[in-house]
């Protein structure tokens, strides 16, 4: 009987025993591991608009963009400038522009698309601005930003830094070459003196009426100087994109632009380019 009662305790107690190891083997409860997906979010809390408290030269060249109906990215596709920086310099913010260099050239740019005068832009840049601390995190996050509502560009790491630095080289080139366009007119030759005798008797009245001279910037804003047949200036200054200048000139009129997609029309002859389109041109131009 001792026997067969041991027997049955034995018989009894291995299920209980069974159930404890099934409830605590690790390998039947643990959820079997799931596929988890990491994403990397890129956040670059700097790139608002840090404006001037006092904005001087943004706001100059702001109304020169809304005289011309131009919005920020219109703008960014004739200069080349990104729409973020174009959006800071409004403001008087030159950070994003990467220094004083860079700044007096987006300056210099922003000026001849706008037909806006760069020399009293960069003149106050010069006094107000100038020599300012580069802070680099803002200049590699507007080269990251794209557009006025920040988003970025979809690029693997490591290649940021050298499509900046290969941007600089660029800009730096291009700049280089602008300075050699833009610095200023080239000399002009010294004018013919004019025989306003009337003829070898002298009879006439010494006079030449002056012919109307209509000037229009048709491929963007450019310079323009017009000389008399004397020599005398008679206009010296931008023309904004589309602008018109209507003179009246005393021939031949002596023309010098830094865009030669100027057109200009003399007395009775019609408009035509002075030159190629973004080059510097010259041209002396008779009546009819």
């Known amino acids: 009987m001792r ?144 557009g006025v509502g920040g988003s970025i560009r979809g690029t693997r790491g490591g290649r940021n830094w050298s499509v900046l630095v290969a941007a600089i080289m660029a800009a730096v080139l291009l700049w280089s070459i602008a300075k050699l366009v833009m610095d200023g007119p080239v000399p002009l030759d010294e004018p013919e003196t004019l025989n306003l005798s009337g003829g070898p008797n002298g009879n006439g009245s010494g006079k030449v009426p002056a012919v109307p001279v209509v000037l229009t910037a048709t491929a963007g804003g450019a310079k323009v100087v017009v000389r008399d047949g004397r020599g005398v200036i008679v206009y010296d200054g931008p023309l904004a994109f589309g602008q018109t200048a209507d003179l009246e000139v005393v021939p031949p009129v002596r023309l010098w632009t830094s865009d030669g997609s100027v057109t200009a029309a003399v007395d009775c002859k019609d408009a035509a380019p002075l030159g190629e389109t973004g080059v510097e041109a010259s041209k002396t131009l008779a009546a009819c």
């Open 3 to 146: 026997g067969s009662s041991a027997g049955a305790g034995d018989t009894g107690s291995h299920p209980t025993i069974g159930a404890n190891a099934l409830a605590s083997d690790p390998v039947a409860d643990d959820p079997q591991p799931e596929a988890v997906e990491h994403t990397l979010t890129v956040v670059l809390d700097d790139l608002a608009v840090h404006p001037a408290t006092e904005p001087v030269i943004g706001p100059q060249l702001e109304a020169a963009r809304d005289r011309l109906r131009l919005t920020i990215d219109q703008l960014s596709d004739r200069t080349r400038i990104r729409p973020h920086v174009i959006e800071s310099i409004e403001v008087d913010d030159f950070g994003p522009c990467g220094g004083d260099f860079y700044a007096r050239g987006h300056l210099r740019t922003l000026a001849r698309v706008l037909g806006v005068e760069a020399g009293p832009l960069i003149a106050t840049y010069d006094e107000k601005y100038a020599d300012a601390p580069v802070d680099p995190r803002r200049v590699f996050e507007s080269e990251l930003a794209t």
